[in-house]
């Protein structure tokens, strides 16, 4: 197997120089855990007032930095005014069209401040719950920002939900106002979003503000005291706008991911902790210095977008670089034009891009003066050992390390990763868990596996940044992260540890699909699917997928009635893009007489999955009901 140690020249330079200067870390961080974080934090941010306790474990109830107040507008912008950053750019952001914004510190904090008044004038304070529905442009981090100084509790919906999912988020949340835009950019097509607002309204009876910035121009019908054009509400907004002074563990946002049932959970996310542990790794992962320009191609829409696009670059002092659209429009080397432009030094993206890229060809990247590179980064699913290699030689030139960091929306922040200035890169693993993190693999009754082996990753100790609970469902929070191995945070991943002690992430090991890194539940599919007037029962798995690393394949069995398959098929599609968003329609649809079940009537997904992986089905099946639903089905091709 391949190592790759640091390149030399960038393990010179790196903030954690070799693994001995890696190790200390990780051992003080070990052996004091509090100490560790207690003299991070009062480096690394801003206290309006210090805390009294580090910690306060009350498992599975974290508490850090109580006592302390803080806030994460004011660690992201005030802080830097007085230092030669305030004239630095904090945004570059470009639009697929081309137009192109530049931020400074200033700048921004002034627009913030400016929205925070235009909250505050509408009655929206501390305690409050927001939903921002935006395309990625400078205003998505504005109204974060603007919330986030005022102790309005945001949650970002995916610009690619439909009305129904935005509606369950703004119910779920009891959201008093939305945060929206007429329209964005992507593809060349205008991607309307204030209409799916008006739709999901229609039963939000909590929302009494809708404030819509105008990006796109195009028709935007207005209901008149209930929605607001941003720039009029601004016009005569104050530049200055204090922060509030917040609890450590005030929630600063909510933002919900898929789980195993067919209802998302809020992942709540505290205030001191977060801000502390995606500001240092910043530093440990992302080795970010003064000079460097960064970008990460997330989606503010999910927690990737939030801590390494927004949070943690700003409170870091980096200059974080935004882009609107489509990575081939107009042409497959936007991308690699926008590196160049701008002289890109960290370049933060997923597997599934990177796949993307490689089926493009070279000529694409090959193109351009990628030269400023000198750090890249993976997230959100395991990466192939030859992506890595390709990722390595053709956008690298073998200069750069690569950083797999593993983590989720729960955790926060990056977890495990290496510290690209010190730990050896091994293809295919995110390496070693980060100073303070204790994880493990272990089978289902908690005992470790041991070396090569794979069983269930697990985090044994509290750590900053971790969720604090689902938002309203303290008790879901406890079953699914902390009962199955009492005391420990269960991730929800398969993973291996080799004898150098690096993980390997093997996926997911419940019933959590991950298309093109974004996770996806097969039970909110599923229930999605059956609320079709033609369907009887659906079952919903992952199809391995060249490209998105997974494909979702729903078995679906209809109710009475003569119909066509073909279009069915593709009305089922919509109907889920209605239900969910565009992005979890289903690459396949079967449709199939019978389900294959337990005798008490549970689906069995693995053998589906079997079915999809390799069209033959091995393994246990004494437990099913009909086995000649699993033959069929197993015999039965692809309908498409
Ligand atoms: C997967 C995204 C392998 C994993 C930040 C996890 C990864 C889920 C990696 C979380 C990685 C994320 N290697 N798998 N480097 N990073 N994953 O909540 O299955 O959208 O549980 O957070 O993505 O997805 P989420």
């Known amino acids: 197997m391949a190592t790759y140690p640091p390149p030399e020249d960038f393990a010179k330079r790196a903030h954690v120089q070799g693994m001995e200067a890696c190790r200390a870390l990780y051992d003080r961080a070990k052996e004091r855990p509090e100490e560790f974080w207690g003299e991070l934090a009062e480096q690394e941010l801003f206290w309006f007032e210090k805390w009294s306790h580090v910690l306060e474990w009350n498992p599975p109830f974290a508490k850090w930095f109580a006592g302390g107040k803080i806030n994460a507008s004011y660690n992201c912008l005030d802080r830097h005014l007085t230092t030669p950053r305030k004239n630095k750019a904090a945004l570059i ?49 504005v109204a974060m920002l603007a919330c986030a100084r005022l102790g309005i509790t945001h949650s970002v919906v995916f610009g690619g939900f439909s009305a129904e999912a935005l509606k369950a988020r703004i119910q779920d949340l009891s959201a008093g106002v939305v945060i929206t835009a007429d329209g964005g950019w992507r593809r060349g097509k205008e991607v309307k979003l204030k209409p799916a ?36 509400l601004e016009q005569n907004a104050s530049e200055t ?110 597997p599934t891009a990177i796949r993307a890229f490689i089926r493009q060809g070279d000529q694409w990247p090959n193109r351009h003066d990628m030269s400023s590179l000198r750090l890249l980064g993976s997230v959100g699913e395991p990466i192939n050992p030859s992506a890595w290699e390709w990722y390595y030689k053709v956008i690298g030139k073998e200069r750069c390390p690569i950083v797999d960091t593993w983590w989720q929306t729960e955790t926060g922040s990056i977890l495990i990763s290496p510290m690209p200035g010190a730990v050896p890169a091994k293809p295919g693993s995110a390496t070693l868990p980060l100073p303070g993190i204790v994880p493990d693999v272990v089978d289902l009754n908690g005992n470790p596996v041991g070396v090569d082996r794979e069983g269930f990753l697990i985090i044994r100790r509290p750590w900053p940044c971790m969720l604090r609970t689902l938002c309203g469902d303290p008790k879901r929070y406890e079953e699914n992260y902390w009962s199955r191995i009492p005391g420990n945070y269960l991730t929800g991943d398969a993973a291996r540890r080799d004898a150098d002690g690096y993980y390997w992430i093997l996926g997911r090991v419940d019933d959590v699909m991950n298309v093109s890194g ?28 060249e490209i998105t690393g997974q494909a979702v394949c729903a078995f679906v069995t209809l109710k009475r009635g003569d119909w066509n398959h073909d279009e069915l098929g593709e009305d089922l599609r919509k109907w889920v893009a209605h239900e969910i968003g565009g992005f979890a329609k289903p690459e396949q649809i079967r449709f199939t007489d019978s389900l294959p079940k337990t005798r008490s009537g549970k ?31 197993a015999s039965q091709q692809d309908e498409e």
Not at 105 to 134: H, P, S
Not at 197 to 224: F, K, Y
Not at 322 to 347: C, H, L, S
Not at 608 to 632: C, F, H, K, P, Y
Request: hydrophobic share 40%.
């Open 93 to 141: 952001w470009e639009g697929e069209p081309g137009d192109q914004r530049i931020l400074t510190y200033q700048e921004l904090y002034r627009l913030v401040c400016r929205f925070a008044n235009v909250l505050k004038a509408r009655g929206f304070q501390a305690g409050d719950r927001a939903i921002i529905y935006m395309p990625m442009i400078p205003e998505l981090p």
């Open 197 to 232: 607002v008006d739709e999901a309204l229609a039963d939000c009876p909590s929302v009494r503000d809708v404030i819509v910035h105008r990006r796109t121009g195009s028709d935007t019908p207005m209901q008149a005291g209930r929605d607001w054009w941003w720039h009029e």
């Open 241 to 350: 706008c204090p922060a509030e002074p917040l609890d450590s563990e005030h929630p600063l946002f909510v933002l919900y991911t898929s789980g195993t049932t067919g209802k998302p959970k809020g992942i709540q996310h505290a205030t001191g902790g977060y801000l502390l542990q995606i500001t240092a790794t910043m530093k440990w992962v992302f080795d970010l210095k003064e000079e460097d320009t960064y970008w990460c191609t997330a989606d503010i829409g999910w927690v990737t977008g939030h801590s390494y696009i927004v949070y943690g670059p700003l409170a870091a002092g980096a200059t974080s670089l935004m882009y609107e659209g489509a990575p081939d429009t107009p042409q497959p080397d936007r991308f690699w034009r926008i590196i160049e432009k701008y002289r890109v030094n960290i370049f933060y993206t997923s």
């Open 518 to 545: 974004h996770r996806l539940s097969t039970m909110e599919l599923e229930s999605a699917l059956v609320r079709h007037p033609a369907v009887a029962e659906a079952a919903v798995v992952g199809k391995p997928h």
């Open 603 to 633: 689906i069995m997904r693995r053998l589906l999955r079997e079915i999809v992986t390799s069209n033959t089905v091995a393994g246990d099946v004494t437990t099913l009901e009909d086995l000649g639903v699993l033959t069929a089905l």
